[in-house]
């Protein structure tokens, strides 16, 4: 069991949904509109909607800090408290899991630790693109389940189309 419950999460994140919700949005939109897009495979295309979304959590969101680790070639964004929180910026599909290889590294990043910051708790802050491809339709935080068939727990930030307020989601547990 992942030792930061869904309830220790939302106690510790619930006053940057909004902020996060609206920097991915901006930092997808961002993209999405560059001239670059057309010349780029679906593997770079991936990387810079992560690039930018990154760098209008950082630019946008009160509280973020930039956490680089240049060996292995991670970023994560750090939240202050006790235990610090790594949020890990990752595009996810429907069952809010990230899509890594299996790597030995991934699957050691998969147990919630990270050592160069053995003491921070991991989370997967997970962008999912709209159907039609022109917005970030969810925002997801959840353990990282790089190897599980879906997270222990976790929240989902939504924006219906028409409202301009955001639905928090449970997962397995009541709504928040």
């Known amino acids: 069991m992942y030792p930061l419950t869904e ?12 902020p996060l919700f609206d920097a991915a ?41 930039p956490v680089f680790d240049k060996r292995k070639n991670m970023r994560f964004l750090r939240v202050e408290g006790r ?6 910026v990752k ?19 998969d147990s919630g630790n990270y050592e160069l910051f053995p003491s921070a708790m991991i989370i997967t802050l997970g962008i999912r693109v709209s159907q ?4 970030i339709s969810r925002v997801t935080l959840t353990p990282p389940c790089v190897a599980k068939k ?3 727990w976790w929240i989902d930030i939504v924006a219906p189309a028409n409202v ?12 928040v």
């Open 7 to 18: 309830g220790k999460a939302h106690a510790r994140l619930k006053g940057l949904y909004q």
């Open 25 to 65: 949005n901006e930092g997808f939109a961002e993209y999405r509109d560059s001239p670059l897009v057309p010349i780029h495979r679906a593997t770079t295309v991936a990387n810079n909607i992560n690039d930018s979304v990154f760098a209008a959590l950082v630019n946008k969101v009160d509280g973020l800090k």
């Open 83 to 88: 235990p610090p929180i790594l949020l890990w």
């Open 91 to 109: 595009k996810t599909d429907p069952g809010r899991k990230s899509r890594n290889f299996l790597t030995p590294h991934a699957i050691q990043m």
């Open 132 to 135: 039609d491809g022109m917005s």
């Open 150 to 152: 879906e997270p222990e």
């Open 164 to 175: 301009k307020t955001l639905r928090v989601v449970g997962g397995q547990k009541p709504s």
